[in-house]
């Protein structure tokens, strides 16, 4: 970070935050399915961010490469994301554990019981998603090491609530006790000012890194990114009330009318006694895992699925990690200056 009052001020709201991760920049770089790969995740770190694999509904093999891969590009410190319904969920844990992962964070719901120990037991660092106070501080008694808060603008699977409606009661009663981390719909770096103040030691960012340069999502992905604005993307709607799924924020195309016919078929399914709940809601899961594929990889807009935040209306061209990442400390430097003068 260069010099300058706001460049220095936010060297300071930061600093818990890049001590912990070990950066220089307490922007973690948010776990993108298919997308947060050795690619987009080194660049991050090089450029002095935080990358994150995204695990998914990998394999431990595949993860295992994964991060090999990572440490060829990057000697700086990266995390791994896993889904705490992946069913083998202790062995992507020990795969971590056996390349020294530093930072591990869990998304997907609380951890069942027994992970949040292994993970510590490897040394590793631990953060979590923490989508409504109750369960933010359960998280902290039960001795995670960093929360992460998103709110409901954010891209992929999303919560009920707004990241400034958490952001208000999270940070204040907690944020003295952990690191906490805001994320949804962050797009200009005024806003990660404005968290930063309220406490938060940093911020997490998933839609405004999917058009670097270095990130491997095919070029129909990038260009839907660019042409959509904030409006284009919208939520998945639960048909059935008798299955509740998660929803998920993407571009509006044929695929979110596909998905209202995934959910008929699924809950026809539970009616007939042919599935229980759980695997239900995993054929679910899938379904949209597919359905990312085949957008991010193959580059099917119309029939894939196109998981984008709100701040999409902000991403206007293709540029690479350290140009984006340079930008957007600028703002909140500028930001912070601008304040300091009043
Ligand atoms: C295409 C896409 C895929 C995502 N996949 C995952 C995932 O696999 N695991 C996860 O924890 N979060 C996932 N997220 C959420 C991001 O990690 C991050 O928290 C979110 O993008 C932050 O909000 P923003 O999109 O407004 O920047 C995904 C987001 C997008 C846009």
Same mark, same amino acid.
């Given at each position: 970070?260069?010099?300058?009052?706001?460049?220095?001020?936010?060297? &300071?709201?930061?600093?818990?935050?890049?001590?912990?991760?070990?950066?220089?920049?307490?922007?973690?770089?948010?776990?993108?399915?298919?997308?947060?790969?050795?690619?987009?995740?080194?660049?991050?770190?090089?450029? &002095?961010?935080?990358?994150?694999?995204?695990?998914?509904?990998?394999?431990?093999?595949?993860?295992?490469?994964?991060?090999?891969?990572?440490?060829?590009?990057?000697?700086?410190?990266?995390? +791994?994301?896993?889904?705490?319904?992946?069913?083998?969920?202790?062995?992507?844990?020990?795969?971590?554990?056996?390349?020294?992962?530093?930072?591990?964070?869990?998304?997907?719901?609380?951890?069942?019981?027994?992970?949040?120990?292994?993970?510590?037991?490897?040394?590793?660092?631990?953060?979590?998603?923490?989508?409504?106070?109750?369960?933010?501080?359960?998280? +902290?008694?039960?001795?995670?090491?960093?929360?992460?808060?998103?709110?409901?603008?954010? &891209?992929?699977?999303?919560?009920?609530?707004?990241?400034?409606?958490?952001?208000?009661?999270?940070?204040?009663?907690?944020?003295?006790?952990?690191?906490? *981390?805001?994320?949804?719909?962050?797009?200009?770096?005024?806003?990660?000012?404005?968290?930063?103040?309220?406490?938060?030691?940093?911020?997490?960012?998933?839609?405004?890194?999917?058009?670097?340069?270095?990130?491997?999502?095919?070029?129909?992905?990038?260009?839907? *990114?660019?042409?959509?604005?904030?409006?284009?993307?919208?939520?998945?709607?639960?048909?059935?009330?008798?299955?509740? +799924?998660?929803?998920?924020?993407?571009?509006?195309?044929?695929?979110?009318?596909?998905?209202?016919?995934?959910?008929?078929? +699924?809950?026809?399914?539970?009616?007939?006694?042919?599935?229980?709940?759980?695997?239900?809601?995993?054929?679910?899961?899938?379904?949209?895992?597919?359905?990312?594929?085949?957008?991010?990889?193959?580059?099917?807009?119309?029939?894939?699925?196109?998981?984008?935040?709100?701040?999409?209306?902000?991403?206007?061209?293709?540029?690479?990690?350290?140009?984006?990442?340079?930008?957007?400390?600028?703002?909140?430097?500028?930001?912070?200056?601008?304040?300091?003068?009043?």
């Amino acid at each position: 970070m260069s010099d300058g009052i706001g460049h220095d001020r936010l060297k &300071g709201l930061m600093a818990r935050g890049t001590e912990f991760l070990g950066c220089e920049v307490a922007i973690l770089g948010g776990a993108m399915s298919w997308i947060s790969e050795r690619n987009l995740v080194s660049a991050l770190s090089n450029a &002095g961010a935080f990358g994150v694999i995204a695990c998914g509904a990998m394999t431990p093999d595949l993860l295992d490469t994964e991060i090999a891969e990572t440490k060829k590009r990057t000697e700086r410190p990266f995390g +791994v994301n896993l889904i705490t319904m992946h069913p083998m969920l202790s062995e992507l844990i020990d795969v971590c554990a056996k390349h020294g992962v530093s930072h591990v964070v869990f998304a997907g719901g609380l951890p069942p019981a027994g992970a949040i120990d292994r993970v510590k037991a490897s040394g590793a660092k631990l953060i979590c998603f923490a989508p409504a106070l109750a369960l933010a501080k359960k998280l +902290v008694r039960s001795g995670v090491d960093a929360l992460v808060i998103e709110g409901m603008e954010a &891209g992929g699977h999303i919560g009920p609530v707004s990241t400034s409606v958490l952001a208000q009661e999270i940070l204040p009663p907690l944020a003295a006790e952990v690191p906490i *981390f805001v994320a949804g719909g962050i797009g200009h770096g005024g806003l990660i000012a404005g968290y930063l103040e309220m406490g938060a030691v940093g911020v997490q960012l998933g839609t405004r890194f999917v058009c670097a340069t270095e990130c491997i999502a095919h070029a129909n992905f990038k260009k839907a *990114f660019i042409r959509a604005s904030a409006r284009d993307a919208i939520t998945s709607v639960q048909i059935d009330p008798r299955l509740p +799924v998660i929803p998920v924020r993407a571009l509006k195309n044929r695929e979110m009318e596909s998905f209202a016919a995934k959910q008929r078929e +699924v809950a026809q399914l539970l009616d007939e006694g042919a599935v229980e709940m759980m695997e239900a809601q995993l054929q679910i899961e899938h379904y949209w895992a597919g359905a990312l594929r085949r957008a991010v990889i193959e580059g099917d807009v119309e029939t894939g699925s196109v998981m984008a935040g709100q701040s999409v209306g902000m991403v206007k061209e293709e540029a690479p990690v350290a140009e984006i990442l340079g930008k957007l400390v600028e703002e909140a430097a500028h930001a912070l200056e601008r304040r300091s003068a009043a």
